[in-house]
């Protein structure tokens, strides 16, 4: 699995961004978030997801989860 971060997140539309190591943003959608509500994300935190190509054929994050801890 990819990590990244939580760059933005738009609460009123139910979906947001996550800034990857490389530097790039990609979309993610509420409904492709596992084990965590999407109420209780914060940006600055860490994920981990899958890449899978967009409704525009532009990648995006599936299967989005809080990353764990090192040394868990």
Wanted: glycine content about 12%.
């Amino acid at each position: 699995m990819a990590k990244g971060t939580i760059k933005r997140l738009v609460l009123d539309r139910g979906f947001g961004f996550i800034q990857t190591a490389e530097g790039n943003d990609l979309f993610f959608h509420h409904s492709q978030l596992e084990d965590v509500g999407y109420n209780s994300l914060r940006e600055g935190q860490e994920v981990e997801f899958e890449l899978a190509k967009g409704r525009d054929g532009h990648p995006q994050a599936v299967s989005v989860r809080l990353a764990q801890p090192k040394g868990e």
